[in-house]
């Protein structure tokens, strides 16, 4: 089973920058795919990013250029760097993950970001 325990989320003003860092634990052998989705009261659930466990990453158009996936797979963590933040980013961010030979995608409990002046 794997425990995923997001951080980092709060009250940010448009233009600003704000991290989440996402932290794996419990009984596995190594965590795979992991990545960022977010979800808006009435609006459907979509990705933000992923990274697989050798680096490669993948972002949702409306946050290229301005976020940033990172991992350290020694640690089993996995950060999101967000940057000149918009309004229409205010959502709950999940952290997800894979581990071992498992196609289960593990979910943190979300942690709220609100861009808003």
């Known amino acids: 089973q794997v425990q995923l325990v997001e951080s980092g989320g709060g009250l940010v003003q448009p233009g600003g920058s704000l991290g989440l860092s996402c932290a794996a634990s419990g009984r596995f052998f190594r965590i795979n795919a992991m990545g960022w989705y977010r979800q808006d009261p009435g609006k459907q659930r979509e990705l933000v990013a992923s990274i697989t466990r050798g680096g490669s990453t993948n972002y949702a158009d409306s946050v290229k250029g301005r976020f940033t996936i990172s991992r350290d797979n020694a640690k089993n963590t996995m950060a999101l760097q967000m940057i000149s933040l918009k309004p229409e980013d205010t959502a709950v961010y999940y952290c997800?993950?894979?581990?071992?030979?498992?196609?289960?995608?593990?979910w943190g409990q979300g942690t709220q970001v609100t861009v808003s002046s």
């Open positions: 997800t993950a894979t581990a071992d030979w498992s196609d289960t995608q593990h």
